[in-house]
């Protein structure tokens, strides 16, 4: 029967699902090359093998199974593919993607981007480090009391000038390296980031390759002390690790000198745009990680949505049945903004790669004074993009979970791991927090160069159009463009407002640091405004470039996400008088319900085209066909015991329920 | 240095931290007998044994282990006493809490309040209901198909007049009972929720207990089926299972019989209050989640607080440290508005309760007349106060975890686990969404009746004094009776448009259904808006009657959370005219971090007021001295393995890292 109700669901979709699914790969090749990694996935035996029962030390041993698995496609795949393959595996396994990205995204991308060719050569190829050949590399950055702040981290690399070594210290507790993913089990290499001191001199913090382990035994070498972090909210299968240092020697080659380097006299040279130069290459983290919150959300958005347009509960549906929760206004008002917002990160992660990328070559082309503008938009642009769309997608795998009430909750429909893997992108590669402020900073400085009558970046630029007044009317709600203006409006006031406050404030003060620290409120809200408005316009540009069959439901899915950032921020509509009186949320609320029933019919056609298999769904109540009932069932009768009477009832449960009630001598 | 730097902080404190304990307990015998139970959780090595490492199975058993622990002290302590004791259990083992809780909360509460007080004794005294004696109980109410709608449950009770039995039966796999927390392992007895039929005519959802097991082999009896759930997103002590009856019969004496009954010649009889009558005692689940709410918020918060008290990143504290994190404004702003929140969900869980109380008295009394409408008030409250007080918890942990970066997600600082576990709050005894939409058809409903000239409860009668224009001043941001006047105003506004809303389409389509669903986002909108107003006001009245010496912290948490609310739903106030203009919203942000910078010198000690052990926070960065990195990096390598060659490096480490790589046949 659900088989029957989800073919009629799809017979109502107004489009063909499949070029829908181009749009979103980025064309038919990318699709087709996406499905033949996927059935891959799907034919290794090692990725069939149900986790739901392994202990965070089985997962240990699990994800490094399925790392053997992954090595071989980097030589066969090439490394464009390979990446695509890598974010395949983020969906269904997060914790094999970070431990086996550690090595290859982070180690061997680091030695690529700040060492020399031959240092890359050494390590990543006669070495073994791209065929993971008695080598596995992991990132040794953050410290048990510094994660955010990498310019103050505590170990040092000290150089000898007599023969011409560093010497690798941990100079206290709170240097030990914290949270290093692969150190505990893998890892034979890793690149330690430590303060570089020559002849007393500090000068911040560098990274050097240090041996861990002997290759051919595992054990720990000389001066090097390890242990596992154990135990944590998700991801068990990295095995991350602390390090501690005891003055451990290294040679002078170890210290990755592409941009920065000591020579044998202990002379140190570092070229003019070192930071920027390095910046561009590792800002790639950040950018993956807007793709994966766009896969991740397609995920469980499909999850919700599928359950949704199957569920019944309450009402009637006019056939007799009860209504679908799908067809209840709140619900749609709960979930399909989410699926807008899905749609938005896949504009928004297409878009950031492809400003990297751009970004880079101005770079590589030398005319730093024609790159730098883009560069600081690069930086603003990718720490919003990141915090905004990670948070996005903590909030799709929470709403959706809680929109499949208790069947949410199930281990085996995947909420619950998916939440746990997923929140701790929130805080790595840059704290979501953190990064928002440092974008406002940014937009302030923005500012103050546009003041200053200087060039602004791409996703900048639009600040310089300021306008006085901007009325925005209840019949435009369906003009994107209208709405676009009203929040460049908003934007460009928000922006200089805050940064009127900040010159104020460093006028009283005459200290910069306290002047940006007084204005933290702002930062934060001109970042959100900022990245959600570059979102908006990204998306928006993309629908207009789609083909004519598609293009409605994608205008439909623009207009939602258009209205759902404007409700959420609505009182700066009103602040700043571009919208007044309360009928107009009033009419912005109907008019998000008008645009969820138009996009209703459409709704599990367009789950179908994220073209996730019931494999990387991996949800018992999300499936394809919609059996939420039938095959969840059968699916816990196959995962679960058949003992009637549990395996502590002779030791345990027996002995306390069928014990005497006969007073003991210390009760009265 | 930790210690010192701790001790410093709490000199800071402005207040006797012991009086402020005394007001959040509701006076000094009330402390003295939680620190007496909490000691005596702390002593018993039970509970002293660590879980990180219990795979969902051993939890189980683990969790009866403890359960054996807690059961005699309900005979000791007696139900009020024993009920705190409960609530501290929820602190550390939400798991067990809700195992038990379903035996001695959900079964025997339900047998007392809906039974007869023949059929209380024979189950919870003479069959050992009350001591766990050859007796464990479940509730057997959600199905598969059916969770929020329970008067949509498919178990049928088909009543045989020939021998007077009633004939209990899934008669679908839809109808399977699901969730039933206790079927899998325990429980010997459950109350069935099922529809009763008596002579083919359908009376409804009605209670029935039916045995499960054999009491003396713990073996299903015949006509039952049973199986467990697995694996799921936390709480995985509770042994969770599903249940399917096949023509199981029972006697006429089974169905709880206070209020409906059925005699033996197939009459049924029903009181015309039944359902209200019933209702306010199962409202204790939800009044019980609200002090949850509390206590669970008040363990997080501690924890995010006492981090941010001690952990130090980027900036200069002018002696040449970095700076406290807590320091930052921005972090202030994340944190101390949770901290109020949690101060006000102090307030609202005593106020609910003692509410619950007065409603069940005066339903006890008979005057029905006098009663419904505080019954009905206690219908919208309980529901809004359950809804958001669960969240604004996720809030808490979540916002907590974050808030500690990276050592947030290690499993030894508690958030992951308390996250997993409290979640599922927001979904059973109500889910979320479906009771903030029933608190806001209730409050439309309370319009339309006092537009009729009906009497209000206590707690919406101020619906009544309906203003047309009402204006805040930003000269009056630290005044709360005019921060609550001003949300009075827009409550009342909110509800009248609501209702006038409502009222239109519902002329439009004669359905009241389909009007009360076209106003769903007015519904969910003032639910909110009417519930954190009654919050706000209950707490506010709270500190009126503090002691001098703590109501100026309390007044300045009161503020707190007045200007959170305020600027979280500040588009309100500018819709409806209260207040014009951007700058506002800036002076509410400054006058927030103004506030904030008042609380910081006394922020530790109103952790410490919380008056939770080491214990009890279970977290290695929250605890009371503050050793955030020696005591977190010495328990870490306690818990974990000192061998640094992992388990399965010869199996499946090494003979992957050191493969051949000469080419296998396939390979080119």
């Known amino acids: 029967m659900s088989l029957q109700e989800m073919c009629e669901e799809r017979e109502k979709c107004s489009f063909n699902t499949r070029e829908l699914t181009y749009f979103l790969d980025g064309g038919k090749d990318k699709t087709l090359e996406l499905e033949e990694m996927m059935t891959s996935f799907e034919r290794d035996p090692i990725f069939k093998v149900p986790t739901y029962d392994l202990s965070w030390k089985e997962q240990r041993e699990m994800s490094f199974k399925r790392i053997t698995r992954m090595v071989p496609f980097l ?36 030695v690529r981007a700040l060492g020399t060719p031959e240092q890359f050569t050494h390590w990543c190829v006669d070495k073994g480090g791209l065929k993971c050949s008695k080598f596995f590399g992991c990132f040794g950055m953050t410290e048990l009391t510094h994660g955010s702040n990498v310019a103050g981290l505590q170990t040092l690399a000290t150089y000898d000038e007599d023969d ?13 390296k914290w949270w290093i993913g692969g150190a505990a089990h893998s890892a034979t290499h890793c690149v330690v980031y430590a303060r570089l001191i020559v002849k007393g001199k500090d000068y911040g913090t560098k990274n050097f390759v240090v041996q861990l382990r002997d290759v051919n035994t595992h054990e720990l070498l000389p001066g090097i002390a390890i242990g596992d972090i154990g135990k944590k909210m998700g991801r068990d299968g990295i095995d991350n690790g602390w390090i501690q240092f005891t003055h451990v020697r290294i040679p002078r080659f170890n210290m990755l000198s592409k941009y920065t380097s000591v020579d044998d006299e202990g002379n140190v040279s570092k070229p003019k745009f070192a930071e920027q130069l390095g910046y561009t290459a590792l800002v790639m983290g950040r950018v993956t990680m807007v793709y994966d919150s766009y896969t991740t959300g397609k995920r469980f958005i499909t999850i919700a949505l599928r359950y949704a347009a199957m569920r019944r509960q309450f009402g009637n549906d006019g056939t007799g049945k009860e209504k679908k929760i799908i067809d209840y206004t709140h619900h749609r008002r709960r979930l399909f903004p989410l699926l807008a917002s899905v749609f938005a990160l896949n504009a928004s992660s297409a878009e950031v790669e492809a400003f990297q990328k751009k970004a880079q070559e101005s770079v590589l082309s030398g005319d730093m004074d024609k790159a730098l503008p883009n560069l600081k938009d690069l930086f603003a642009l990718s720490a919003g993009m990141k915090a905004f769309g990670t948070w996005e997608t903590c909030k ?83 003009d994107i463009e209208q709405i676009i ?34 204005v933290s409120s702002n930062r934060f809200e001109i970042a959100k405004i900022h990245t959600k408005l570059i979102t908006l316009k990204t998306f928006y540009s993309r629908v207009q470039k789609a083909k004519a069959e598609i293009k409605p439901v994608l205008t439909l899915l623009c207009q939602l996400y258009a209205l759902s950032i404007t409700v959420e921020n609505i009182g700066q509509l009103y602040s700043f008088g571009v919208i007044t009186g309360s009928d107009f949320t009033q009419q912005v609320n109907f008019k998000i319900d008008e645009i969820n029933e138009k996009l209703r019919p459409d709704i599990v056609g367009i789950t179908d085209s994220f073209n996730l298999s019931d494999f990387f769904i991996a949800s018992q109540i999300g499936k394809k066909q919609g059996g939420i009932y039938e095959e969840y069932f059968s699916f816990v009768n196959s995962q679960t015991g058949k003992e009637q009477i549990p395996y502590y009832y002779e030791t345990v449960f027996k002995p306390y329920l069928h014990r005497s009630l006969e007073q003991n001598d210390n009760e009265d």
């Open 75 to 110: 030589s066969l795949d090439g490394e464009e593919k390979f990446n695509k393959r890598m974010g395949l595996l983020a969906i269904i396994d997060g914790a094999t993607y970070t431990r086996l990205g550690v090595h290859f995204g982070l180690f061997t991308q680091t």
């Open 164 to 176: 011409g070594c560093f010497l690798i210290h941990t100079p206290h507790l709170g240097a030990t």
């Open 396 to 478: 799709i795998i929470d709403e959706g979970r809680q929109s499949c009430g208790g069947h949410g909750y199930s281990g085996y429909n995947g909420f619950g791991q998916g939440y746990n893997d997923w929140v701790v992108q929130c805080t790595w590669e840059g704290d979501n927090n953190v990064l928002s402020l440092s974008c406002g900073r940014a937009l302030i400085q923005n500012y103050l160069a546009l003041e200053k009558g200087e060039k602004l970046g791409d996703y900048s630029k639009y600040l310089a159009n300021y306008a006085s007044t901007f009325e925005l009317k209840t019949s435009q709600l369906e």
């Open 485 to 518: 203006s009203a929040w460049e409006f908003i934007s460009q006031n928000l922006v200089k407002k805050a940064t009127t406050s900040y010159k104020n404030f460093l006028k009283a003060s005459g200290n910069q640091e306290d002047a940006f620290e007084k």
